[in-house]
């Protein structure tokens, strides 16, 4: 239980276009999502909280404008990368926390490796 | 600040041997720990995690981790390794926030050879 579906896996953009990341709680409601960016070999910086209804929360230093998260429901929340530059090419991980009935925790979804050319 | 610290970047053993992965963390309050691993261009998978109950703690596929206040560590270990082991491990502790959010450390590899 308390699976974190995302898409795509993977994804390849051009310079100056846009890429949409979704991340869906399959079996539960997710109140709380966090999105992350891991760069290789390193950990998982923490980008953005998001709560369903609201405005999402960025940490100092991540441009709010260009990385553009959605939680309009319980179950789905999305990250948008606008006009990507090849900088942004990394390795991004929602996670969703868990409460309530499915217990106490984190869970994860598979990541999306983005590459912009 | 809630924060982590994993002692080893790398860590080597051969398969059958035990495996210990250090962490030590640094809280103002009492708090939740998780271990994780990761797996290439994977998402990451809980092993376990300790949330103020019993101070040994049980996971999955052998692992098991002991959280020690006065040591304030949380380190990971298993009886014997297996090849599929070989992947990435993160210590992990929630921030206490309202938002509960988790501080990562900074990762250890394992390899394990044959």
């Known amino acids: 239980g308390a699976v974190v579906s995302q898409h795509p896996s993977w994804v390849i953009c051009k310079s100056g276009t846009s890429v949409k990341i979704e991340c869906r709680s399959l079996?539960?409601?997710?109140?709380?999502m966090f999105w992350y960016r891991q760069f290789p070999k390193q950990s998982l910086m923490l980008m953005a909280t998001?709560?369903?209804?609201?405005?999402?929360?960025?940490e100092q230093g991540v441009e709010k404008d260009k990385f553009l998260i959605n939680h309009a429901s319980l179950t789905l929340s999305t990250l948008t990368v606008t006009s990507a530059h090849p900088e942004d090419s990394s390795f991004y991980i929602c996670s969703a926390r868990i409460t309530g009935a499915k217990g106490y925790g984190y869970t994860f979804g598979s990541g999306t490796r983005l590459t912009v050319v | 600040a809630q924060s982590v610290t994993q002692l080893d970047s790398h860590v080597s053993v051969s398969e059958g041997t035990p495996v210990l992965l250090r962490c030590n963390y640094s809280?103002?309050?009492?708090?939740?720990l998780f271990w994780y691993v990761q797996h290439p261009n994977k998402g990451l998978q809980l092993l376990l995690k300790y949330t103020s109950a019993a101070t040994l703690v049980k996971g999955i596929n052998g692992f098991e981790a002991e959280f020690k206040k006065s040591e304030t560590s949380f380190h990971l270990t298993k009886p014997s390794a297996h090849m599929s082991d070989a992947a990435e491990y993160f210590c992990?502790?929630?921030?206490?926030?309202?938002?509960?959010?988790?501080?990562f450390g900074t990762g250890t590899r394992l390899l394990v050879s044959p």
């Open positions: 998001s709560n369903e209804g609201s405005k999402a929360t960025y």
């Open positions: 079996d539960f409601q997710a109140t709380t």
């Open positions: 809280s103002s309050y009492s708090p939740s």
């Open positions: 992990v502790v929630s921030d206490g926030s309202g938002f509960q959010k988790l501080v």
